[in-house]
C-alpha cells in the first residue's frame, strides 16, 4: 500500500507498505541480479549501507539454480537471508536484451538459454509462477520492451500484447496467491507502462492498465538509448495518468541528475545497475562529482573517495590504497567501490527526502541536478 505524505510541484514523498516492511520513497531499489550484488556484496552488507529494497532477476534465477530450487530453499528471502523488501523482474527485458535468441508470439517468448543454450518458454503465466517460487514481496508483470527508435505500429502492436499479458499475470497471480502452498501468499503486481516515445500509445497505454487496479505501476522502455530529454518528455506526458495513490516505478534508471530530474517529474522508485558496474571499474560518485581512481594522481591520494561520505570504504581507506588494489587486480577493490557507490545513491535518496520534507526539493534539484553527474 502506498501513501501519499506530501508533495513539492509533481515530486511525491511516501511511504511503501509491504508485507515485508516499509520503504520510505523516493528509494533506490539495489540490483543483486542472481540474489546477490556484483562485486561481493551480500544481504548483511546491504543492511550496513542502507539499502530500502534488493531487486532480483527473474530470468537469472529462473536458468541458475532454478526457481524451484530457491522455493525448497524457502524462497528468496531465506535464500539470500535478506529481509527487506525484495522486487523480481519479470523476465521481460530479456526479451530486448537476447534480441538475437528469442522468438516472440502471443502466448510469450522462447528463449535460448545465454548459460547453455537450452530453449526456455516464457509467458505471462509462466513467469508469475516463477516469481512466485521466489516468494519475491513484488512481481514485475510480463511485458515487451521494445527497442527505441521502433515503428509506431509496432509499439502499438506491442502495447496492445503487453496488456493482454498484463491481464493474464494478474489473472494468474491471483490464483498463485490463494494456493495453500505459495511462498509468498501477499505477493504484489506491478504492471508495465509500454508504448516507446510516442506519447499517445504512452497515454493511452497508462489508461488502460490503471483500470486493473494493480500494487504499482512502472514506466517501462526507457533509458534504452533515446536521448534523456526524450525520456523526461515521456514521464512528464505520462505522470498525470498514473494514479495518484499508486507507488510509480521507473526502470533502470539512471545516473544521480536522472534520478533528481525524475523525483520531479512524480517518480517514487528507480533501479540501476549503473552505481554497481561503474564501481567495479573504479568510476565512483561523489558529491563532487564523478572520479576515476584509475587516474594516476590518485596514486599518492592519501585521503577516501568523498570527504563527506561515512560509507565502511570512506570511513577506513584512502583513494591510494583502493587504486593499488585494483592495479593489483584484488577483488577487494571492486567489494570497497560497489559499498562506496550503493551508499552514495542510499544516501542521495535520504537527502532527497529530506529535502521533501523540508520543502526545499526544487532548490535542491537545481543545486545537483547537473554537478552531480559531472566527470571531474
Not at 149 to 173: D, H, I, Q
Request: charged content about 25%.
Amino acid at each position: 500500500m502506498y501513501q501519499l505524505l506530501k508533495q513539492e510541484g509533481a515530486a511525491r514523498r511516501g511511504v511503501f507498505t509491504t508485507v515485508h516492511g516499509t520503504v520510505q520513497t523516493p528509494a533506490f531499489q539495489n540490483v543483486a541480479t542472481a540474489g546477490a550484488i556484483k562485486g561481493a556484496l551480500s544481504a548483511l552488507d546491504l543492511k550496513e549501507i542502507g539499502t530500502q529494497v534488493m531487486l532480483c532477476n527473474t530470468y537469472h534465477l529462473h536458468v541458475r539454480p532454478g526457481d524451484t530450487l530457491v522455493r525448497e530453499m524457502g524462497g528468496l528471502h531465506r535464500f539470500t537471508r535478506w529481509d527487506g523488501p525484495i522486487l523480481t523482474d519479470s523476465g521481460g527485458f530479456q526479451v530486448f536484451s537476447l534480441a538475437g535468441l528469442r522468438r516472440i508470439k502471443e502466448e510469450g517468448v522462447t528463449f535460448q538459454s545465454h548459460v547453455d543454450g537450452r530453449k526456455i518458454f516464457m509467458g505471462p503465466e509462466e513467469s508469475m509462477q516463477i516469481q512466485s517460487n521466489l516468494g519475491s514481496t513484488i512481481a514485475m508483470a510480463f511485458d515487451e520492451c521494445v527497442e527505441n527508435p521502433a515503428t509506431y505500429r509496432y509499439a502499438k502492436e506491442s502495447c496492445e500484447r503487453t496488456y493482454r499479458w498484463l491481464v493474464r499475470c494478474k489473472a494468474e497471480m491471483d490464483r498463485l496467491n490463494q494456493l495453500e502452498t505459495t511462498v509468498n501468499p501477499h505477493q504484489m503486481l506491478f504492471g508495465i507502462n509500454q508504448g516507446c516515445t510516442f506519447d499517445d500509445l504512452r497515454i493511452e497505454h497508462m489508461k488502460q492498465i490503471a483500470d486493473l487496479n494493480l500494487d504499482g505501476y512502472a514506466i517501462g522502455g526507457l533509458a534504452v538509448g533515446e536521448p534523456k530529454e526524450e525520456m523526461y518528455r515521456v514521464i512528464s506526458a505520462v505522470e498525470p495518468y498514473m494514479p495518484k495513490n499508486k507507488i510509480r516505478y521507473l526502470m533502470g534508471v539512471g545516473t544521480p541528475g536522472n534520478i533528481i530530474e525524475s523525483v520531479s517529474r512524480g517518480v517514487d522508485l528507480f533501479d540501476c545497475v549503473m552505481p554497481s558496474r561503474n564501481a567495479r571499474h573504479g568510476h565512483l560518485f561523489t558529491w563532487g562529482g564523478i572520479i576515476n581512481l584509475n587516474n594516476q594522481k590518485y596514486e599518492r591520494d592519501d585521503t577516501p573517495i568523498d570527504e563527506t561520505c561515512q560509507c565502511p570504504t570512506c570511513r577506513n581507506f584512502s583513494k591510494a590504497y583502493i587504486r593499488h588494489l585494483f592495479k593489483a587486480k584484488e577483488m577487494l577493490a571492486m567489494r570497497l567501490c560497489v559499498m562506496h557507490n550503493l551508499w552514495f545513491y542510499n544516501h542521495l535518496m535520504d537527502e532527497i527526502r529530506l529535502a521533501l520534507d523540508e520543502d526545499r526539493f526544487a532548490a535542491f534539484h537545481d543545486l545537483w541536478v547537473d554537478s552531480l553527474d559531472r566527470r571531474i
